[in-house]
């Protein structure tokens, strides 16, 4: 029904910049909400920010002021701005989409940040 595609992880030291994008495709004509989650090895996954159908942005505490959400105009990519990386950043991050009552995930993308 939708398909996502991750790109922009890898691997920067700490205090660098990584941007990870998420296209979205397929039946997505109705998106209420894109976000990205991270998950940290044999830790459930948590939100990391999110941006709704009406433009509002929500954040996870440990992020505030140096990640930001963002989506192209079609809204149909999303994108995650992370700057002043720290080591606990470093996780896999998965983007998300709302569409029809469930979320839909990408592959999910390694970021590793170095000390």
């Known amino acids: 029904q939708v398909q996502l595609v991750e790109s922009g992880g890898g691997l920067v030291q700490a205090g660098g910049s990584l941007r990870l994008s998420c296209a979205a495709s397929?039946?997505?004509?109705?998106?209420?909400?894109m976000s990205w989650y991270r998950q940290y090895p044999g830790k459930q996954r948590e939100l990391v920010a999110a941006i709704t159908r009406g433009g509002s942005t929500n954040y996870a505490d440990s992020v505030k002021g140096r990640f930001t959400i963002s989506r192209d105009n079609a809204k149909t990519t999303v994108y995650l701005q992370m700057n002043s990386l720290k080591p606990e950043d470093t996780a896999v991050y998965y983007c998300a989409v709302g569409v029809g009552g469930r979320n839909y995930w990408g592959q999910g993308t390694q970021v590793t940040v170095s000390s």
């Open positions: 397929g039946s997505i004509f109705s998106i209420y909400a």
